[in-house]
């Protein structure tokens, strides 16, 4: 039996690269009556019929997945943001780090379109940029007219499956294509009536960029804590997850509690109120949301 990794799925068919060759591979029926559903990313094991062709016969156990991407096995997530065009979103970029902080999977996070912003933008990015990197992550600001960027970035990418995930129209694609001119990957312009980009990815698929693999994702707006319940979310905020410890009360979900350690935090601004906001926000869309049957 041979082993591989699925690196593309499409129409059906899951591309599968072994030490052999790539195979076009479709999976076993007992995985549609186990509602299994083989993922790019996933190691398997496979049976080939011919030169090019075979069938999945097992899926070895995953580190971790993603739904949406759907993707198994990942070592970080490159959350793309755009600096303008559209909008610099914090509340949708904490969205996205919540979502990989539940899969304790590595984020780093990418700020694109530096050179289209005003001095004004480009002041309030970096005050972001310094928050978030206070609270530990890595934060890159690109921009096209400096091109040096690529050099810094893609270390990064060495040896580690990553993701690449943010809304449409933040530029994906285009710093994709940047890292590796000969990907080719479509790109489309700015929606100026919805501030969106259109969804060119239509498909998951590993490629690879500086000695590891990078999937381009297809692009969303939003993102929903289906999966995640309220003692839960602090430990998503590293910043709260830091502090919750000192809290007096077991239990405390940092928000209308006595003589919790993380709203003194947010009082002497080692929190920063903004992030705080955002999880009572995350918080209460929680706590009441419609229960699942």
């Known amino acids: 039996m041979a082993v591989g990794r699925i690196i593309k799925a499409l129409s059906g068919f899951y591309y599968v690269q072994s030490n052999e060759g790539i195979y076009a591979c479709k999976g076993r029926g007992l995985f549609r009556n186990k509602k299994i559903s083989p993922l790019v990313g996933d ?35 490159c959350i793309v943001n755009a600096a303008t065009s559209p909008d ?12 990989v902080e539940s899969k304790h999977i590595q984020p780093l996070i990418f700020i694109t379109k530096m050179d289209l912003t005003t ?39 060495k040896d580690k499956v990553s993701v690449f995930a943010g809304q449409s129209g933040v530029g994906k694609s285009t710093l994709l294509n940047t890292l590796d ?8 312009e700015i929606s100026k009536s919805l501030g969106r980009g259109k969804h060119t990815t239509r498909h998951v698929e590993l ?3 500086g000695e590891g693999f990078v999937a381009d994702t297809p692009g969303f707006s ?23 410890s000192d809290c007096k009360f077991r239990g ?19 929190i920063a109120e903004f992030r705080y906001n955002h999880y009572l926000r995350f918080l209460e869309e929680i706590k009441t949301r419609k229960p699942r049957y």
């Open 252 to 270: 405390c979900l940092h928000d209308k509690e006595p003589k919790c350690a993380v709203k003194a935090a947010v009082d002497d601004g080692t």
């Open 181 to 188: 001119p000969n990907l080719f990957i479509e790109t489309a």
């Open 119 to 157: 001095p004004q933008e480009t002041a309030k990015i970096q005050e972001y940029q310094a928050a978030y990197q206070h609270i530990g992550y890595e934060v890159k600001l690109l921009s096209s007219k400096e091109p040096e960027w690529i050099s810094e970035v893609i270390p990064y990418f």
């Open 43 to 77: 190691y398997v094991e496979f049976e080939i019929r011919n030169e090019d062709e075979g069938y999945i016969m097992k899926i070895k156990d995953r580190s971790n997945e993603l739904i949406r991407p759907p993707i198994a096995n990942i070592d970080q997530v």
């Open 222 to 244: 939003a993102l929903e804590f289906s999966d995640l319940e309220s003692e839960d979310l602090g430990v998503c905020f590293p910043e709260i997850r830091l502090h919750m």
């Open 88 to 99: 610099f979103n914090p509340l949708l970029l904490d969205r996205f780090l919540v979502l």
């Open 207 to 209: 490629l690879t960029i």
